[in-house]
């Protein structure tokens, strides 16, 4: 299968704040693309390598991974590992990655590092999903550089806002450095419990602020998404027919259409989003034209 030419291959699922499903959104997100026909590469970009513990790469088996293809020391094709139980693609992450601010400090050009290395790939996939730690070091401005558009993992919390409030200073620095910044694929709310006191409210808010941006799907608390990874599998692997299977099919769909739409209607006007300020509790993401 060729890859597609869509203009939006490498998405980031991102937010400064833990604990708020990145790495669970990465790993099965990219199982259901997969499931859905498209040729897709997961990257690991956390020092602990938790997506790639949870795929069953060990620690003892993630070498060469990300960071050595980051940093000039392995072709990424040395790095990629085929699974062929999701049926996609894994570049691990590793412990070397703490040190990209130091390795990378001398390197030209370093803020373009990832853009660089993941440049050759873009002919071999249709989509390039990047599971990124909770940071604003130097390997997140790579992140910020290289994305097509971000997928944004959101807790409906105080806290679980405050991590966009990070990431919105990241993107928007980035803006005034490079004039431009990927849009925003969406935002998904996850480990949502309507029961909960207050999530109603903090929802409200999110979809009254974000609007559209905001995904349709909301991914709500199921076992079988916590237990998958002691499995080494996705959700879909270990349970197609649960409630986890169910809310990241929906996901991915609803993925595939905008990544559809953006392609539709590429050639139209830029996109702006809410300042930081504007945002209620939270941060606003800055947004502009892909690149």
Sequence with gaps: MEPSSSSIQVVPVINNKGGVGKTTTAINLA?????????????DLDSQGSASLALGVTRGEQRPSSADVLFGEAPSEAATRRLDG???DLMPGSIELADTDVRLAQVQRRERRLDTVLRPLRSEYDVILLDCP???????VNVV??????LIPLLPSYLGLEGIVSLGEVISKARQNLGYVAPVLGILLTLVDHDKEGTEEIIGQVRNHYGDKVFDTEIGPDVSLEDAPGYKQTVFEFDDDSQGARDYAALTQEVIERLRAHDDSSASSDEEAPDAQQAPTAGGIAAGPAK
């Design 145 to 150: 550089i290289a994305a097509d558009a971000f």
């Design 31 to 43: 199982g259901g693309l997969s499931r859905a026909g498209k040729r897709v590469l997961l990257v």
């Design 134 to 140: 909770p940071s604003t070091s130097l390997l997140a």
């Design 86 to 88: 999701p049926g996609f």
